[in-house]
């Protein structure tokens, strides 16, 4: 389920400019997201902090955060890494969160469902 709401916001975000290998374009998620949480966190990284948090080579991360930057998404203020985080919420619209509250309540439902059918099996 997250990882549904993570494809279609990241879908949004990269319309027309996805990288052509899947796990090319799972790093750039990820170098997104990360800086995106550490600026709405108010704890920016440098590009090296960003590597050791991702386990990532930092060759990868640097090249994902200069197209980022090329974007407008990411900027560097003081050699950490800040998002443009009203860019970045303009690619949620009304109709993908109610989607996704949608998925969510969904997946509680069904977590119930299952809490109950474990509860039965291990009484």
Do not use: W
Not at 88 to 98: A, K, N
Not at 111 to 118: A, D, E, G, I, T
């Amino acid at each position: 389920m997250l990882l549904d709401v993570l494809h279609g916001i990241f879908l949004l975000r990269y319309a027309g400019t996805t990288p052509q290998r899947f796990g090319a374009a799972l790093e750039l998620m990820m170098v997104s997201m990360m800086v995106s949480v550490t600026t709405r966190d108010k704890k920016t990284l440098t590009a090296s902090g960003l590597a050791k948090k991702l386990r990532m080579p930092r060759s990868n991360v640097d090249r994902h955060l200069k197209r980022l930057m090329e974007e407008g998404a990411v900027r560097v203020v003081k050699r950490r890494y800040c998002a443009d985080l009203d860019l970045l919420d303009g690619f949620i619209t009304r109709e993908i969160l109610d989607r996704n509250i949608d998925l969510i309540e969904q997946c509680v439902k069904e977590l119930k469902r299952l809490r109950v059918s474990l509860h039965n099996t291990l009484a």
